[in-house]
């Protein structure tokens, strides 16, 4: 059974651009979850999607942004780009149903803003 | 707030010693706790979790311990090896929902294993 999938792995962008991010999660799986992980702030939650809709949202700015295909295939975008936006995003995903499921994440984008 | 800590922010265990890392979370109406291992490079691999009816669950050389009084969590490792070397959270659900997770991450402990 695959993994998460994210892709792509590395990026490099300047001030100002915006930068989309993609995350295949693994079968089966109709939540995906975003997270920002930083040296200094950790690892923050920025917000789920399930069934194409936006379940929970993180205490982030709007630059940020995300969506949901019907495929369960999740895209994040990060608009303006800041310095501080340089950071690992990583995906995770789950059934999304209750009862015991994983939450399992992906390798991550890491994202360098010049 | 709502946050999660960690009260050692580095470890190190001789290879074959147990390893215990500890963790303190506030939100006392969080119901699921999970311990994830992050190695350089990849994301955070799950270990273990627990439900807030629980107080103790065993896994393969793994135990997690929860003590909702004084809100502690603990992991520990039975017979550490070198490749338990990695950066260790754990993390609370905020009970946002059924089947629904926002995750609180604490810091992170390093465990360093000497062999």
């Known amino acids: 059974k695959a993994g998460v999938t994210q892709t792509p792995r590395y990026l490099i962008k300047t001030r100002g651009q915006q930068v989309t991010l993609s995350c295949s999660p693994i079968?089966?799986?109709?939540?995906v979850s975003w997270y920002q992980q930083t040296p200094g702030q950790g690892l923050q939650f920025l917000f789920e999607?399930?069934?194409?809709?936006?379940?929970n949202k993180g205490n982030f700015p709007g630059r940020f942004s995300g969506r949901q295909f019907s495929n369960s295939r999740s895209e994040m975008n990060v608009s303006t780009l800041e310095l501080g936006d340089s950071a690992l995003y990583l995906c995770?995903?789950?059934?999304?149903?209750?009862?015991?499921?994983?939450?399992?994440f992906g390798a991550g984008s890491r994202l360098t803003v010049l | 707030g709502e946050s999660v800590g960690l009260h050692l922010p580095t470890l190190s265990v001789q290879e074959g010693d147990n390893s215990i890392i500890n963790c303190a979370y506030s939100n006392s109406a969080s119901d699921y706790f999970i311990w994830y291992k992050q190695e350089s490079g990849k994301g955070p691999q799950f270990i273990i979790d627990?439900?807030?009816?629980?107080d103790k669950r065993q896994g393969q050389r793994v135990t997690v311990l929860l003590n909702k009084t004084v809100k502690h969590l603990s992991l520990q490792i039975a017979a550490t090896q070198p490749g338990d070397s990695a950066v260790y959270f754990c993390?609370?659900?905020?009970?946002?929902?059924?089947?629904?997770?926002?995750?609180?991450f604490g810091k992170g402990t390093k465990l360093s294993v000497i062999p």
């Open positions: 995770a995903s789950s059934s999304g149903t209750q009862g015991a499921n994983v939450l399992t």
């Open positions: 627990i439900r807030s009816n629980m």
């Open positions: 999607y399930f069934s194409e809709t936006q379940r």
């Open positions: 079968s089966g799986h109709r939540s």
């Open positions: 993390a609370e659900n905020m009970r946002p929902g059924a089947g629904s997770y926002q995750l609180t």
